[in-house]
């Protein structure tokens, strides 16, 4: 089998991740608020990844997880990190909502396409999947928005700081949860400096 065999051989999603890694520049590191997801991190490189323009899909729970690689520019998660840093220099960018799969599942090594689920952790936290969807449809909610509905980044988390306060983000968004309790207290931090790094990057 050649190289373009072999290259073909890797499905669609996987190939544009490589595609836009292999683009990255610079070192920085991002990181995630999620715990879960940054179990996956291997101090990989982060960088940006498609172009300015185009739609980034997020799920709902993951709006959060790039709260502190939008705020800090650093995060240690694989695929996490290269998005928050491809919205953090483009403020403007349309992100897209949805539950499940997004632009950051899709190329992790976690993501069961077959059982389109997500399976790390799951022999020990049978539930995690299930909830994180759960977290997906109330972030949605709690924003007074659709799955499939597109907004500016920047718009989208000036929104997401007017509705979900400390309170609102530990009682109906991240409710379900297992690491709710840890992330909350650094939640309005989090968002807040988000928020900042989005506002100021959109004025230079
Ligand atoms: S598949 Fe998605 S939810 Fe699961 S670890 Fe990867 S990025 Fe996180």
């Excluded at 940006?48 to 790039?66: A, E, K, N, Q």
Aim: aromatic share 6%; proline share 5%.
């Amino acid at each position: 089998m050649d190289c373009q065999q072999c290259w073909l051989t890797i499905r669609p999603s996987r190939r544009n991740f490589l595609r836009a890694t292999s683009l990255l520049a610079g070192s920085a590191v991002f990181g995630a608020l999620d715990a879960r997801c940054c179990e996956t991190a291997a101090n990989q490189p982060a960088g940006p990844s498609g172009d300015s323009t185009s739609v980034v899909t997020i799920r709902g729970h993951h709006l959060f997880d790039m709260l502190d690689a939008l705020g800090t520019g650093k995060s240690s998660h694989k695929t996490l990190g290269p998005v928050a840093q491809r919205i953090r220099a483009n403020p403007k960018v349309p992100i897209k909502l949805t539950i499940g799969v997004d632009d950051i599942c899709g190329p992790c090594e976690w993501w069961d396409y077959g059982k389109s689920l997500c399976k790390r952790g799951i022999e020990e936290y049978p539930r995690d999947n299930e909830n994180s969807l759960t977290s997906d449809k109330n972030a949605i909610r709690v924003l007074g928005v659709k799955p499939g509905d597109e907004m500016p980044a920047d718009a989208l988390y000036r929104l997401i700081q007017t509705k979900v306060d400390k309170k609102v983000f530990a009682e109906e968004v991240c409710v379900a949860c297992r690491l709710v309790d840890k992330c909350k207290e650094t939640y309005q931090l989090k968002i807040t400096a988000a928020v900042k790094a989005l506002c100021s990057t959109q004025s230079k």
